[in-house]
Nanobody, 121 residues
Framework: QVQLVESGGGLVQPGGSLSLSCAASGSIFRIDSQGWYRQAPGKQRELVATITNSGLTVYADSVKGRFTISRDNAKNTVSLQMNNLKPEDTAVYYC???????????????WGQGTLVTVSS
């Protein structure tokens, strides 16, 4: 069994910064694409950013220039640095990944439990 666990959410003032981290656990051989998604109250879950295991990134237009996704393949972690946060960034943030276990089983679309980010003065 493989799992993803997010950390780092909290309350921050507009214009502030916050860093999220997601750690994978279990017997992992490799993690392919990883990403961060978010879901605001009353809205559908949306893509924030993704990163391949070779480092190619994709960002939602709403976060370009403010958020940076990165990963550490040796530690099986993915991070999201969020700068110049806005109230509209308030949401539950979820990490996601396609994971191959050490036994060769592929787990598609593994989700973490989510971490709440609140941007408010």
């Amino acid at each position: 069994q493989v799992q993803l666990v997010e950390s780092g959410g909290g309350l921050v003032q507009p214009g502030g910064s916050l860093s999220l981290s997601c750690a994978a656990s279990g017997s992992i051989f490799r993690i392919d694409s990883q990403g961060w998604y978010r879901q605001a109250p009353g809205k559908q879950r949306e893509l924030v950013a993704t990163i391949t295991n070779s480092g190619l990134t994709v960002y939602a237009d709403s976060v370009k220039g403010r958020f940076t996704i990165s990963r550490d393949n040796a530690k099986n972690t993915v991070s999201l640095q969020m700068n110049n946060l806005k109230p509209e960034d308030t949401a539950v943030y979820y990490c996601n990944g396609d994971i191959i276990s050490s036994r060769g089983r592929r787990y598609l679309e593994v989700w973490g439990q989510g971490t709440l980010v609140t941007v408010s003065s």
